[in-house]
């Protein structure tokens, strides 16, 4: 299978990091084929212009200043998401790539008023991130990623897709034992997936 990583955090030595060097290394060992996409590395641009705002719903404009990113998303049969939980949200890149890349035509069309998904090339979805709070504290702020995960992400791609939300809650007060265990679930569970 083709995978597309999206990995968000400026910091190489960060957690986040050693996940997304594990989400890649257990893919490129299971014999997936991995098109890794670090959005910093890449110096990817989360700022939408005005100029796309005004070409957002002609499909024949929407999609020329991030072609690039939608021909890699187009051609993904598994999508894998490794980002961290930052002010209850995703980091702003990630946002910025999901508003600027995640564009009518690409990952959903609309028909008649609706809209219907349009990623059904993807069968694997998976997101794997951490929060620095508690998972009762994300739960009292609606827990927007994982909302966004289960139900925006999900209903985007084909409808028997399998899909993970890896969540470790509480990074702040986590200990050497709970991250070495959070990151062999990851790899257990990508390796399976």
């Known amino acids: ?26 893919l490129r060992s299971s014999g997936h084929d991995v098109d890794d996409c670090d959005l910093y590395a890449e110096n990817f641009n989360p700022v939408m212009s005005r100029q796309e705002r005004l070409d957002y719903h002609d ?9 690039g990113y939608v021909d890699r998303l187009l051609a993904a049969e598994g999508l894998v ?20 890349v995640f564009l009518p035509g690409v990952s959903f069309r609309l028909e008649g008023g609706s809209t219907r998904p349009n990623l059904w090339r993807i069968r694997r979805l998976a997101a794997v ?5 508690t998972r009762f504290r994300a739960f009292l702020m609606g827990d927007a990623p994982r909302r966004q995960f289960k139900r925006t992400m999900r209903a985007l791609v084909h409808p028997l897709a ?8 509480d990074m702040n007060n986590a200990t050497t034992a709970r991250t070495t265990a959070f990151l062999e679930r990851v790899r257990r569970t990508i390796a399976t997936f």
């Open 1 to 26: 299978m083709r995978f597309l990583v999206l990995f968000a955090h400026p910091v190489e030595t960060s957690f986040s990091a050693a996940l997304h060097r594990a989400v890649v290394e257990v």
């Open 59 to 67: 499909l024949s404009l929407c999609t020329k200043p991030v072609q």
């Open 81 to 100: 998401i490794v980002n961290p939980v930052w002010n209850y949200g995703y980091p702003a890149i990630l946002k910025g790539f999901l508003d600027r």
């Open 129 to 133: 991130t951490t929060y620095g709070g």
């Open 162 to 169: 399998r899909a993970r939300y890896l969540a470790l809650y």
